[in-house]
């Protein structure tokens, strides 16, 4: 299954028809994991590659070495957290040039020059590389970006670890019998709560609206906004908002 069947592709589609009229436009998937080069015997050391795909291409060319691109590393003693968005800040820039202006391209099928634009579509990480990219703490009880505030999270009595294991009870059908099982799941506890409200896209951006703006650097981790762990678990917005789509 290619993602050209996907709502997202399609919602993209409908919101932007210049830019897909063209086929020859290109719509990119951003790739990015963090792993140790060394190993763990060794001084710790981070390295964090991006890679581009292109799904222009079908799905058996698109997963393949010579289609994934890689953009850069980002290496240092360790993890660059939330920091992320200082060494992202030249592939933004020219993420946003290719949306505004695209680059001159040679088509070798009809032998003719064409502006060639470029779209970020979304990005594929890992849950830690998914929070750091996208803004918002995996740390916590708040640690779900769907559930945020409503989140059903539990400190363990012993511990006082946080516990998600009776989280997915509340998006089963009302009348599904795990519902109603109270030894199985969370003892003695029946699940009558529907799911929180899914935030649409319009939701997130008024959050993100809101957030005051961070010192990036060692200052940064200092840094708290108001009504972190409670409401929000934000700790920056994310340079993806700035891309214009």
Same mark, same amino acid.
């Given at each position: 299954?290619?993602?050209?069947?996907?709502?997202?592709?399609?919602?993209?589609?409908?919101?932007?028809?210049?830019?897909?009229?063209?086929?020859?436009?290109?719509?990119?998937?951003?790739?990015?994991?963090?792993?140790?080069?060394?190993?763990?015997?060794?001084?710790?050391?981070?390295?964090?590659?991006?890679?581009?795909?292109?799904?222009?291409?079908?799905?058996?060319?698109?997963?393949?070495?010579?289609?994934?691109?890689?953009?850069?590393?980002?290496?240092?003693?360790?993890?660059?957290?939330?920091?992320?968005?200082?060494?992202?800040?030249?592939?933004?820039?020219?993420?946003?040039?290719?949306?505004?202006?695209?680059?001159?391209?040679?088509?070798?099928?009809?032998?003719?020059?064409?502006?060639?634009?470029?779209?970020?579509?979304?990005?594929?990480?890992?849950?830690?590389?998914?929070?750091?990219?996208?803004?918002?703490?995996?740390? =916590?009880?708040? !640690?779900?970006?769907?559930?945020? *505030?409503?989140?059903?999270?539990? +400190?363990?009595?012993?511990? /006082?670890? @946080?516990?998600?294991?009776?989280?997915?009870?509340?998006?089963?059908?009302?009348?599904?019998?795990?519902?109603?099982?109270?030894?199985?799941?969370?003892?003695?506890?029946?699940?009558?709560?529907?799911?929180?409200?899914?935030?649409?896209?319009?939701?997130?951006?008024?959050?993100?609206?809101?957030?005051?703006?961070?010192?990036? =650097?060692?200052? !940064?981790?200092?840094?708290?906004? *108001?009504?972190?762990?409670?409401? +929000?678990?934000?700790?920056? /917005?994310? @340079?993806?908002?700035?891309?214009?789509?």
């Amino acid at each position: 299954m290619h993602p050209a069947g996907a709502e997202a592709w399609k919602h993209f589609d409908r919101t932007y028809p210049d830019f897909a009229s063209d086929p020859r436009n290109v719509k990119l998937g951003l790739c990015t994991d963090g792993f140790t080069p060394f190993g763990h015997t060794f001084a710790p050391y981070s390295c964090w590659p991006v890679f581009f795909t292109v799904y222009n291409l079908p799905p058996v060319m698109c997963m393949k070495p010579k289609s994934i691109f890689l953009s850069l590393i980002i290496q240092g003693p360790q993890s660059p957290g939330k920091n992320i968005d200082v060494m992202l800040r030249p592939l933004i820039d020219e993420l946003k040039e290719l949306w505004y202006n695209g680059v001159k391209t040679y088509d070798s099928f009809r032998h003719e020059h064409f502006i060639m634009r470029a779209a970020l579509m979304w990005t594929i990480t890992d849950f830690p590389g998914y929070g750091m990219l996208s803004g918002w703490s995996i740390y =916590g009880r708040l !640690s779900c970006l769907c559930c945020q *505030e409503n989140s059903k999270a539990f +400190h363990l009595p012993n511990g /006082r670890k @946080i516990s998600f294991s009776d989280c997915h009870r509340q998006f089963l059908p009302p009348d599904h019998p795990f519902r109603r099982n109270r030894s199985e799941f969370k003892k003695g506890h029946v699940e009558n709560r529907a799911p929180p409200e899914r935030l649409s896209s319009d939701d997130v951006h008024r959050q993100i609206q809101q957030l005051p703006d961070i010192l990036f =650097g060692k200052p !940064s981790q200092k840094q708290v906004i *108001e009504g972190f762990g409670y409401w +929000h678990n934000w700790v920056k /917005r994310s @340079i993806f908002w700035e891309l214009p789509y």
